[in-house]
């Protein structure tokens, strides 16, 4: 298989992992009812492990767990900014 399709699949998963696992925070401004925690954190594991292992096929461990961690470290920062600033511009027309 081609080694774009891994890359490409374990981007999706980490960054679905991640949003699911920034649902499961109290601070969350995604939704307005918070979904049940534990059932996030325990998808969005599964989602990221899933990732790592995508990215093993791929890459060397070192640079796959790199790789996951930066597209945490951009899910976490960015979407929680991005959704302050859009729901900002819907008070402030």
């Not at 298989?1 to 969350?28: E, P």
């Not at 461990?61 to 600033?85: E, H, I, K, Y």
């Amino acid at each position: 298989m081609s080694t774009s399709v891994f890359l490409i699949g374990a981007s999706v998963l980490a960054v679905v992992g991640g949003m699911l696992c920034y649902l499961a925070s109290r601070n969350q401004l995604l939704l307005v009812r918070p979904p049940n925690a534990r059932l996030c954190l325990l998808a969005g594991s599964v989602l990221v492990c899933g990732a790592l292992a995508l990215l093993l096929q791929a890459r060397s461990p070192a640079t796959a767990v790199f790789m996951v961690v930066t597209l945490l470290m951009a899910v976490w920062s960015l979407l929680p900014l991005g959704l302050a600033l859009a729901r900002n511009r819907k008070k402030n027309p």
